[in-house]
């Protein structure tokens, strides 16, 4: 049974009045917590009175929450998709909810956006002069007392930050699910909240690739749009300095996070091709933290050593420029870990299967998943290369801690009965 | 039964008059061969008819050839007592023979001392102003009919060069082994004795780590004596000049032969110490071609594939510059070879056994047996390198290629009585 308490976010140890929230539901729900707002700026939620928090204790399940920070936005993460078709079943939207929801729900997992924690909307943020990037647009006190909620089981009523429109619409109810994945700029920023991680993602783009990405999507629409070379020049000035005008929060905010992630994608130019600037072809480094319970790091070959592997060769024919794979301990932010990397892309499944085969603790049911996985998503960004690969495999090590937490939750009981 | 004809080497349809052979034996030795030799030049056997050759054709045993070419002299080879103790037993000169015979005999193998087809002797050669690498100085007619009768189960009476005086002494009886090495610095030089090779190695130590061994070795002799620096100086010029005086000769009949051979070991400068000159850590190369019968190459984690590897890490810890493997595909002289380095050393066994259970291919009857083999010889100079782990893998790829050879020699009547 859940034992619930009330206060408010500025005094933990105040009352606060409580009115049954505006849109999404008509009273409380079992092991539900309810959060009322006090800024009237706050967009759209309807809601006067101080915040107020419900918090119930945890019944008998628990959340496993996983972190996830990426700088760009949110929902349609590919990252995502893989990760919750590692689980079965596909990603979706809430039924019946608010058409701009950032939240996918499958059978397993839940996977919220951050940005759903702004406590200033686009105005607010241009009226004070602040990035969706700075810590005083978003509320981690929210944040943090909402996944708490989650991981104790607890279902609350998340605000919704409508990327259309840049207003916080009504709040939507979050039930707790299997696996919660909270994604977006700040997961790892606030330290109640990272206490809250079972496991942490950094997905670090490097600025080279994010800049020859974002050149090849706007010169794709430029070219729609049938503009002018000299405009397409004057938008490469531009788009170097969006980026720029990013770079000053980006590296105080976002960038730090990334000491705290157990593992963090790098991507980065190819080495393969001398002066590459085309962001095609890609170097991907999985960094994985050591030491991190119910986790054990992929390896190549021989685990601890340090390897670099050309698998093209006798047995497999790849094309130019080929594949690289490094493998070996390092350190990161002073941290022990282990770097498994991958330069080049894949030509066709046969080279797929003959790396899977090659790589050990990948977490794999049966031999050849990960190929399958990447072939049942092979219109998705990165199939070809490290980023699909290693977001695949992440995925399967995600279920394969979500296993072995679940697993030492029902054996201990066992272990009691015995005793 | 054997069945013997009569010839001259000059011209093989020729007759000459047979005498029983001076010294090592009183009558035909049956499956024997008994050379002659025309030249009174040639020093200390005594005969003085035409060279005649008497053939007597196989038995039902055959001698499984190996050639070894190597610079340096003959008999001390730590190579050879590698390759003989892979076949248990010790190779020791012929009982009650001539103490300076060239030859080793071990249950198994019988190794012999290309040298001993010197044709000039020193004085000989100084006359003619020949080295003994130049093939004037070498008698490959000998050559050839001594080791094919070997070679087809028939002794034969081989001539012994003698390294201390300079001369040729009398023959010494060499009975057909199980295994036949011929050693020295023509093995592969002349194309018929060539064809008689069941498998070939070339030992090829760079110029720059015959220059710091030859320094090593000279500056302790140049220590015992005690002399001064300024001689010091002087004896390394005279190293360097007398490398340099072999190099025409050496470039001309002995080098060329490498690209005959089935395996290459070489032995070159590390690489993991910047501007080493010491030639202690050594790099050694084991170059295999591909599509030798009986002969696998031997592979690191991935065959065909290209593959660095640095075993020291978090399982295995290594002293200063550490060791580092390299595996893969190439090409040596248009041909198809595998190539597997080492550079660096082993301090400990445990580093050595870490390694042998990570290659592939090294036909070991038992786990550890390379390391056991290196384990029983620590005191050979290379044993903690990559010259004794390649010539010990080598010997066991011969003792594997012998093996099969006389299996598919008992398997191939069993096959025919099931017919």
Chains 1, 2 share one sequence.
């Not at 686009?122 to 509320?139: H, I, M």
């Not at 429109?165 to 700029?185: A, H, Q, R, S």
């Not at 994010?210 to 000299?230: C, E, G, V, Y």
Request: net charge neutral; with cysteine; proline share 5%.
């Amino acid at each position: 049974m859940a034992v619930c308490s009330a206060y408010t976010t500025q005094s933990l140890n105040s009352t606060c009045s409580i009115s049954t929230p505006a849109k999404t539901h008509l009273g409380f729900h079992q092991k539900q917590v309810v959060f009322y707002r006090r800024s009237s700026k706050r967009g759209g939620s309807g809601s006067s009175s101080s915040p107020c928090v419900i918090t119930c204790s945890a019944g008998d399940s628990q959340t496993v929450v996983i972190g996830l920070a990426a700088d760009s936005g949110c929902g349609k993460s590919t990252f995502m998709r893989r990760l919750t078709s590692v689980f079965g079943g596909a990603a979706e939207p809430p039924k019946g909810g608010n058409p701009d929801s950032n939240t996918l729900i499958s059978d397993m997992t839940t996977v919220i956006c951050l940005d759903d924690y702004h406590s200033l909307d686009r105005t607010g943020r241009k009226e004070k002069g602040v990035t969706a990037l700075d810590p005083r647009a978003n509320d981690f006190d929210l944040m943090y007392e909402q996944v708490k909620a989650i991981k104790s089981g607890v279902a609350v009523d998340k605000p919704i930050y409508n990327h259309v429109t840049g207003l916080l619409d009504p709040p939507e109810l979050i039930k707790p699910p299997k696996i919660l994945v909270i994604e977006g700029l700040h997961p790892m920023f606030d330290e109640r909240v990272r206490d809250l991680l079972d496991f942490s993602i950094y997905l670090d783009i490097s600025n080279e690739v994010k800049f020859a990405w974002k050149i090849q999507r706007d010169l794709t629409l430029l070219k729609t749009l049938q503009r002018d070379m000299a405009e397409r020049g004057h938008s490469l000035e531009s788009i170097k300095a969006s980026i720029e005008a990013r770079k000053p929060d980006f590296d105080a905010y976002i960038d730090p996070q990334k000491k705290y992630a157990d593992a963090v994608i790098e991507v980065l130019p190819t080495q393969l091709i001398p002066d590459d600037n085309e962001g095609k072809v890609l170097r991907v480094r999985l960094i994985m933290k050591e030491g991190v319970k119910h986790f054990s790091p992929v390896y190549l070959f021989d685990e601890g050593s340090t390897i670099s592997w050309i698998p093209c060769g006798r047995k497999l024919t790849c094309s130019y420029p080929g594949i690289k794979f490094h493998y070996g301990p390092d350190t990161y932010f002073g941290n022990e870990v282990s770097i498994l990397e991958m330069d080049g892309q894949f030509d066709r499944l046969d080279e797929l299967i003959y790396v899977e085969s090659h790589l050990s603790n990948i977490s794999t049911k049966f031999y050849g998943e990960v190929t399958q996985q990447m072939l049942k998503h092979a219109d998705f960004p990165g199939s070809n290369n490290g980023t699909g690969l290693f977001q695949t495999i992440v995925g399967l090590k995600i279920r394969d801690l979500y296993e072995q937490i679940t697993s030492s939750k029902t054996a201990a009981p066992l272990e009691a009965t015995k005793a």
